[in-house]
């Protein structure tokens, strides 16, 4: 019963790693990163389709993405698409393909990006601390239910917090990560 406990707290934590990691990914750094087009959806024959879906996109250089729609029909909604996102980049095509240009983020803007980057983290933390409650709470039940003993249910308290520490470690090393990428120049 305590392992279940110990375990599901475990995949909670690392669903939490795995989303902060999606979710660096949307931020944008001075490079061109295709991954950064993965959250932006085109209205594809009245579905909501990701970008990648429906065009390839390519990386010619540090600085610029192309996307290439494999219907020429899409190039408009994912040109409309991408501007009207918060990707802070306008696209301009040439009625075969979308260029995005990616200049180098200014000094105040990798700041900010950085500071966005400590937010998620920050939410990563407390999805951790989350996960880790609900946990001592179950053992808390357990404990109330006679399941188990109050050593057992000591111990088991002690082994998630080991787990939580562990996987703050682990946002902690992500960011710091991340944050060396953005304000790299």
């Known amino acids: 019963m305590i392992d279940e406990t110990l375990m ?3 995949e909670q ?3 939490v790693i795995e989303n902060l990691n999606e979710t660096f990914t949307s931020v944008r750094t001075g490079r061109a990163n295709a991954m950064i087009l ?3 959806k085109v209205d594809y ?3 909501m389709t990701p970008i990648n879906q429906i065009a390839a996109i390519k990386t010619p250089d540090a600085h610029m993405l192309v996307v290439e729609p494999w ?4 190039i408009a909604p994912i040109s409309h698409a991408i501007q009207s996102s918060d990707l ?3 696209p301009s095509n040439d009625g075969t393909s979308i260029r995005l240009p990616f200049p180098q983020p200014t000094e105040e803007r990798r700041r900010e990006l950085v500071k966005q980057c400590k937010n998620y983290a920050e939410e990563a933390r407390v999805g951790i601390r989350n996960a880790r409650r609900d946990a001592n709470s179950a053992f808390d039940k357990m404990k109330k239910a006679a399941e188990v003993s109050e050593d057992d249910a000591k111990g088991a308290e002690k082994e998630s917090q080991k787990l939580t520490d562990r996987y703050i470690a682990e946002v902690e090393e992500v960011f710091k ?3 060396a990428e953005v304000m790299e120049i």
């Open 8 to 10: 599901l707290a475990e």
């Open 71 to 74: 219907e020429k029909s899409m």
């Open 13 to 15: 934590m690392l669903k």
């Open 45 to 47: 024959y009245g579905v």
């Open 88 to 90: 802070g980049v306008t």
């Open 38 to 40: 993965n959250r932006i």
């Open 177 to 179: 990560k991340k944050e």
